[in-house]
């Protein structure tokens, strides 16, 4: 009697707060809800890319240049290369930490962090000398859109991205435990293909 | 079956295969308006 009731208070000890939740799904939880995210911001990105296609396609609208002015493709193909270079020092970063190679883990965040930080610049330098305004006609509230969107995306995947860089140099993340470099990993990889749909839509074709 | 969502390495592979159509795609096009 008196071991039952040491037993019921040991077990009332160990256990604090709510009871665990019920874990229904394969995937993990954080993958899943980087999963719905990233499900739910391709809709978004849909819903911009309808309307740009519903002015050239089914309005039949004219597509830059317009009065003259072009869209610098040559600018923004370097700023893709940036972009995509980025992922590139991703994927090295989460080599690093498979491999338990600090270092690389470590300039690969912070290198991703920069390139990321100078496609933004320069896209920021790109709208003060484009030569017209969201409000001018449907096609540049649609440029301003799409790329703006994106921009944001990046501002998002950048954020991330700091927080990780920041961890990383305190020396968090092993071999086995790295999924706060991962899942902004694969956020960052949806922003570059994201971008390589805008740039061929609005800028190429 | 490649998903993009499941790994980083399975993105970052999804987003080399994007890039590498897009460039065909692209291509392609602007080489049929210039003929």
Redesign the interface.
């Known amino acids: 009697m008196e071991s039952a009731s040491i037993a019921s208070d040991l077990a009332h000890e160990e256990h604090h707060g709510p009871p665990a939740p019920n874990v229904s799904s394969r995937v993990e939880a954080q993958f899943l809800g980087m999963l719905l995210f990233i499900i739910s911001e391709i809709m978004l990105f849909g819903a911009f890319f309808t309307a740009y296609f519903f002015i050239r396609v089914v309005a039949g609208d004219e597509w830059f240049p317009i009065a003259g002015i072009s869209l610098p493709k040559a600018v923004a193909g370097v700023n893709t290369a940036i972009l995509i270079s980025s992922s590139f020092t991703m994927h090295w970063a989460l080599e690093g930490a498979r491999n338990e190679n600090r270092n690389a883990l470590r300039v690969g965040l912070l290198t991703t962090t920069l390139l990321g930080l100078t496609f933004l610049a320069v896209q920021v330098n790109e709208y003060v000398h484009i030569g017209f305004s969201p409000q001018d006609h449907a096609q540049g509230t649609i440029f301003y859109g799409l790329t703006g969107l994106h921009g944001c995306h990046v501002f998002i995947g950048l954020t991330l991205l700091t927080f990780a860089t920041i961890r990383a140099f305190r020396g968090h993340f092993t071999a086995k435990e790295h999924r706060g470099v991962e899942v902004p990993g694969i956020y960052w990889h949806f922003v570059d293909v994201m971008w390589i749909f805008v740039y061929s839509t609005v800028y190429l074709l | 079956m490649l998903n993009?969502?499941?790994?980083?390495?399975e993105?970052?592979r999804?987003?080399l295969y994007?890039?590498a159509v897009?460039a065909v795609?692209?291509g392609l096009?602007?080489l049929i308006r210039a003929l």
């Open positions: 993009p969502l499941r790994s980083e390495q993105a970052f999804f987003l994007v890039a897009a795609v692209v096009v602007l």
